[in-house]
């Protein structure tokens, strides 16, 4: 389908399929084949790669840009940890392509604030927000729900290209006047709002701050469309109790965004406002570069209300589809259904629920009233039942399994760990009398970076070995595949474990050295155990991009079902086509999870199998 | 040198990658198994042994980092509260290194035990409604025992500061810190953001009646078994004021005043005993990131007894002291005349 075919006026609806393609909300229209056939004249270089409305483009668009970001996002971090594994030692290198930033090889602190920042910004955004649920949201809405394609393929078009300008923006404000934001991932004001007290805070904040709008406008196109899609586009016999949970969780994940995002752009909004036009929303009674500022009556504390209030939400926003995919994995490669399905359904709802009224449990030294305080530590803990019950119901779809250890299943039982070791931590952090000791210190670090960051990394990994087939027609190397995860595995550990104990030894986050305080000076020796493993991480990624790549263009051919699915994905031909399915689209009659079914003929029954032709299987009432 | 080094290291990494793919496949090629990336019964067994040998390995290395690096944890709290938090610490450690070891050890056990096999067949366990009532019941049981024990330790750590206790203000900007005793009225005097300057940092209203006695020092010197409310303040970005070894932390927020109220009950004297360490000192941090020198940002921290106290204090100059000097000199500070 051409772009010059969209163009009703909204840009809504199925009726940019011009010509009468076909209608994704109704699926039983008929005579898709020669209107495919000759779809193939219209394209072009242009339609078919770059303006491409087709969701599974879109999704491949997505996935290679945050793979571009996470590299970048990757290569910070090296040059961050080496500063701290080996503080002030020269890296000569590091000059040639940092220059002042990093004069004589030794990285100036301001910028390694900046370091910090971006790197927490293009991972958060970028990588596990835009990336993963841009990719898999993409991919799998349409082909799991048996629609043609999204409920608007040119808003979806739309939600790439700001996601797009987004990455621009962020890559361009490297390079500008006074470096990048500089003020942390959370860019909490005054210092963000006053370039007098961090040079990044001029125009890198800026471009962070636009940069953030797009980004937001690319989360909301996006979400719109994934929720409309799983609500109006499902097959028949699709229904709500039937849904894989990859896209219960791409949906919840859909709608918190929707929910969240908008805060966070009335949050950006003001913010710009204070730096631009002299308003006082979050600032007051400053002394700053020699004189006072005028601003009155602002709180910062404001922001960091607004800020969070999206901010605990998108980590679920992150967290979520991450675990909408292992539990896809884990069922299928377990080759047993997923336990507990209602309960899993259940407590997506339940954390996404809850996720909206915990956001003060980053906030609890910040001066707040100590009562509101005692509210965020009950919900906070709340939180924890409906996580543990997740771990519970994937430990036991694995027990008296037939488990075939794929990349993709190492990499979910990777997810699960982690999603164990950090959740764990969390019910310590969410405890506000403890977390008066430990907020702001490496404690924190290890905690989000093994339950979120890990774990979505792994979630996110682990769909592209899954569904790289369904993605570029072709398989990814196992080995490589096998390498790259226990390389992964034993790095997370190696780098993330020992930051608790430089946690509870009282080191803030942050903190380009360890100088300040004599009793930190003997702790070197951690951050170089660290810095080590922190590298091998980053060397095992380029193994997956190797792979990646490789398989893109030269991997073997994947038959139709590799991996012996039982969702829809796998019943449309492995070569991409508008519309998914040459004919007809297939009527679902099943739950997605009849995986091992007692005297089934096979070890699963696709959903598009009807009662009828499984009559040695069924049970009472399924017929 | 170097640099040229490190580049040609890395490109030599990814030829290495590139010949060892070419390996696998000729290797694949020689099996006759090209063209199919399909898990076989090796792939299985090989992870299935690495998961286990990771899960042992991983106890190993975690037993070995603990014992190896809790010496590195924070000494014995130095405030009264943070005795308390301390031990409701161990307890939820307690409570979360139990849950930690079952989990995962089951999680890496199955993975392992169960393997794929064709001839095996997975049982068909698609819920039990008894299995999850247990596993949602225990772990709200557990953790609305930790909130109640939470919040009997927050609210006794957040109530308000007994009224004899003595008033320190900890005045935060980039990148230093400065206390402001209240003196022997134990009052402050009102500052202004607006009267800041060189003879005058802090921007204290010298017509306020509680200005005089005030004292500003750059150390912050706490009486051992008395109750201190200390009370925060910033005049340009957000600090955080953060007495690790006192279980305190809280922000200083421009245009807002802040406060966390404790009671020192080691002397520096005493925990250089109890670290066995005579160089030991307490220290204050700035924990919310602030510029630059953040992490330069921070000020020594003496607890004393409280008669040493009150003679390092006597020994000070007063706000009322400070002001006569720079009118007098028109001295352009007066922390250079301390
Ligand atoms: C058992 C459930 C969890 C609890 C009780 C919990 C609790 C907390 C608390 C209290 C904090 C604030 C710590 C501080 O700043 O002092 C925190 C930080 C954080 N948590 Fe969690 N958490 C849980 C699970 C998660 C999950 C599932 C994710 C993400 C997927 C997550 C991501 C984060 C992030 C990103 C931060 C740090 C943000 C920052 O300051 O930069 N947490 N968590
Ligand atoms: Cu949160
Ligand atoms: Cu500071």
Known sequence: MSIQNSNTPTGLASEHYAGDVYHTAEWHHHGHHDSDTDDAHHQNFWTKYVFSQDHKMISKQFLITAIVMAVVAMAMSTIFRLQLGWPGHKFPFLESFMGHWAKDGVLDPGFYLALVTMHGTILVFSVLTGGLSGTFSNLLIPLQCGARDMASGFLNMLSYWFFLGFNLMMLISLFVEGGPASAGWTVYPPLSALPEAISGSGLGMTLWLVGMALFIVSALLGGINYVCTVINLRTKGLTMSRLPLTIWAFMITAILGILSFPVLFAAALLLIFDRSLGTSFYLSDIFIGGHPLAHSGGSPILYQHLFWFLGHPEVYIIIIPALGITSEIIATQSRKPIFGYKAMVGSILGIAFLSFIVWGHHMFVTGMNPFLGSVFVLTTLIVAIPSAVKVFNYIATMWRANIVLSPGMLFAIGLVSFFITGGLTGIILGNSALDINIHDTYFVVAHFHIVMGSAAIFGMLGGVYHWFPRLYGRMMNKKLGYIHFWLSFVSVYGVFFPMHFLGLAGVPRRYYADSAYEGFHELVNVNSLISVFAIIGALAQLIFIYNFFYSVFRGPKTVQNPWKSNTLEWTAPVEHMHGNWPGDIPVVHRWAYDYSKPNAEDDYIPQTVPFSKTKSSNFPGED | MITTLVYVVLILAIIAIARTVRIFELLDELRGE?????????????????????????????????????????????????????????????????????????????????????????????????????????????????????????????????????????????????????????????????????????????????????????????????????????????????????????????????????????????????????????????????????????????????????????GQKTFADNMKVSDEKTSNSILVSK
């Open chain 2, 34 to 314: 090209r063209d199919t990336q399909e898990i076989n019964r090796s792939d299985n067994r090989f992870n299935g042994f690495m998961l286990l040998v990771f899960l042992i390995a991983t106890i190993v290395y975690f037993l070995y980092v603990t014992l190896k690096y809790k010496r590195f944890i924070l000494p014995v709290s130095a405030s009264e509260h943070g005795v308390g938090i301390d031990n409701m610490l161990y307890v939820n450690f307690l409570i979360i290194i139990i849950v930690f070891f079952i989990t995962q050890v089951l999680l890496f056990y199955f993975g392992y035990r169960y393997q794929y096999k064709k001839e095996n067949k997975a049982l068909f366990f698609p819920d039990s409604h008894k299995v999850e009532i247990i596993w949602t019941a225990i772990p709200a049981i557990v953790l609305i025992a930790l909130v109640v024990y939470g919040l009997v330790q927050w609210n006794k750590i957040m109530s308000p500061a007994p009224k004899d206790a003595v008033i320190i203000e900890l005045y935060a900007k980039q990148f230093d810190w400065t206390a402001r005793y209240a003196g022997s009225d134990n009052n402050l005097g009102k500052t202004d953001f607006k009267m800041i300057e060189s003879s005058n940092p802090l921007g204290i209203d010298a017509s306020d009646v509680h200005s005089g006695d005030d004292i500003i020092a750059k150390e912050l010197h706490l009486p051992v078994n008395t109750p201190v409310l200390l009370v925060m303040h910033s005049r340009d970005v957000i600090h955080s004021a953060y007495l690790p070894h006192f279980r305190t932390q809280m922000n200083c927020v421009p245009g807002m005043t802040t406060q966390f109220h404790l009671t020192p009950t080691i002397t520096t004297e005493e925990m250089r005993k109890i670290t066995k360490n005579n160089q030991f000192d307490y220290v204050l941090l700035c924990n919310k990131i602030c510029g630059v020198a953040h992490f330069n940002m921070s000020m020594k921290v003496v607890c004393e007894t409280k008669e040493e106290y009150q003679k390092w204090l006597g």
